[in-house]
Each structure stands twice: as C-alpha cells, then as structure tokens.
C-alpha cells in the first residue's frame, strides 16, 4: 500500500506497518504508527490497508494503531530512503537521542547539512519549516538552485 503523501514509498518503506498477523478467529491484523499524532493521512491509510487485505481475500479485518513506541523517521527502510532521494526528496537524518522523562525546550533547531538529492551539493539552505506536508520542510539549494522537500528527523 503506497503512503498517501509520499506515493513512492510503501507502508512498509515508511515504518508505519507495524505488523500483520491472523488471530485464532481468522481475523487479520494490520497495526499502524503514524509519523504524527493527528496525521491527515491515518485515516486514508487505514482504509486503504482495510480495502487491499479483503480484496485479497480476508474477510474479517482489524487495523489497530499504534502508539507506543512512536514513530521515528529511523524506520524509514534503506530502500524508502533511497526512493526519497530518487524522487528529488531528502531523507531524513538520523533522529535526534533524547533521555527519557522530560523533552528539553529548544527554541531553534540545530544547524544541519542537508544534501540536495538532486546534485548532491551540501550547500543549501532551509526556505520553510514546513512544506505539503508537516512531515517535510522546503529547502533550495544554492549551486543548482533547485527548490526541493527535506523529510524532517524526529
């Protein structure tokens, strides 16, 4: 099942199929992360998953979300990362460690290099925090001059 907002990447590719298992009643189970709490997208993606298990045959379907662990860009696959980047999106870094107990306030991101997919040049620069999606931020870079998506790290 294709990711709604990101089509090039499947589910699986993203990290948000969590699971897939038959319990003893024959019901199968698809489990779900969302990269964020109240992600547009959840509800599309719980019903495309629904609607492809019974088209291939399975009568009784569950598709349960996920909570706990949340979700991190971490479980974006090699291969999600790499069609990212195929299609002029910059994956993410690796997610930020952070202890547990209390999150600290940090009022400015930290400066990072993101690498322009497109030719690979480190010198860019963030436009927007946000872009289509709360999940990506606009960048361009500065030796093509090609506007493109970063997927953020959390």
């Known amino acids: 099942m294709p990711d709604p907002e990101l089509p090039m990447l499947t589910l699986a590719d993203l990290g948000v199929l969590r699971d897939v298992s038959v319990e003893a009643d024959g ?11 109240g992600c547009p997208a959840m509800a599309e993606m719980r019903a495309g ?11 009784r379907v569950e598709i349960r979300t996920v909570l706990d662990p949340a979700w991190t860009s971490d479980w974006i ?13 910059a994956p993410p870094h690796p997610a930020p460690r952070r202890p547990a ?11 990072r290099t ?7 040049s480190p010198d860019t620069e963030e436009t927007s925090r946000f872009a289509a999606t709360s999940c990506k931020a606009l960048w ?10 970063y997927v953020k790290e959390i």
């Open 49 to 59: 998953v629904a609607a492809r298990l019974r088209e291939a045959g399975f009568a």
């Open 101 to 111: 107990g209390p999150v600290p306030l940090v009022l400015s991101p930290a400066p």
């Open 140 to 149: 361009r870079c500065r030796a093509c001059q090609e506007p493109f998506e």
């Open 77 to 89: 696959t090699e291969a999600g990362r790499r069609k990212l980047a195929e299609h002029g999106i």
């Open 27 to 37: 019901t199968v189970v698809a489990s779900l992360t969302p990269t964020y709490s």
């Open 114 to 120: 993101v690498r322009c997919p497109r030719c690979a």
